[in-house]
């Protein structure tokens, strides 16, 4: 069975910009949960989504937000990107809301 | 904020078995204690979880204190490729995962 994917694996982008993150859960999975991982604020969650509705958010402003598909696949979106931006963000999948999250690799994002 | 207190780093010998404490005196009784590791440059990754009992799996044991105050995470054997960041986390139900710092765990060969 396919692992948690992630697209980019990398990306560059300027201040100012928005930018557009997809994660492919695990078939089957209907959770997916989002983190946005630095080194001086280490693993923090963003969001996670059931079967297309936000279940959990955590504390981030309004910039950042994120959908998910009917196909379980989950996008994030960030506008205005901002220096402090630049993270690896992680997207995990869970087969219901409670129980093991298998992650993927990451999106590392760099905000110019 | 992070509801449990673990120690920043951690050595051990390749082949020993490794002890990595966790503090969570605020735990509730509806919390389950979740183990996640993240080895260098990948995700992290599902270890073990429980609420009561000692817990087994094929990767660790969780011993879980009777007030269940405290928890450890044992490798049985380690070697070179549990070197990683150990992550203690409590969840309630299907509450979101809050992780903290973790634990940096050195293998020594």
């Known amino acids: 069975k396919a692992g948690v994917t992630q697209t980019p694996r990398y990306l560059i982008k300027t201040r100012g910009q928005q930018v557009t993150l997809s994660c492919s859960p695990i078939s089957g999975h209907r959770s997916v949960s989002w983190y946005q991982q630095t080194p001086g604020q280490g693993l923090q969650f963003l969001f996670e989504y059931f079967s297309e509705t936000q279940r959990n958010k955590g504390n981030f402003p309004g910039r950042f937000s994120g959908r998910q598909f009917s196909n379980s696949r989950s996008e994030m979106n960030v506008s205005t990107l901002e220096l402090g931006d630049s993270a690896l963000y992680l997207c995990?999948?869970?087969?219901?809301?409670?129980?093991?999250?298998?992650f993927g690799p990451g999106t590392r994002l760099t905000v110019l | 904020d992070a509801k449990t207190t673990q120690p920043n780093s951690m050595e051990s010998n390749e082949e020993e078995p490794v002890h990595l404490p966790c503090n969570h005196s605020?735990?509730?009784?509806?919390?389950?204690i979740h183990w996640y590791r993240q080895l260098p440059s990948q995700g992290p990754e599902y270890v073990i979880h429980g609420l009561t009992s000692n817990v087994n799996n094929r990767m660790a044991s969780l011993a879980i204190a009777e007030d269940r105050k405290s928890s450890t995470l044992i490798l049985h054997r380690a070697t070179l490729r549990d070197a990683a960041v150990y992550y203690c986390?409590?969840?309630?139900?299907?509450?979101?995962?809050?992780f903290g710092k973790g634990t940096r765990l050195h293998i020594l060969p």
């Open positions: 986390i409590l969840r309630e139900g299907d509450d979101k995962i809050i």
């Open positions: 995990a999948s869970s087969l219901l809301t409670s129980v093991e999250q298998f």
């Open positions: 605020t735990i509730s009784g509806t919390d389950y």
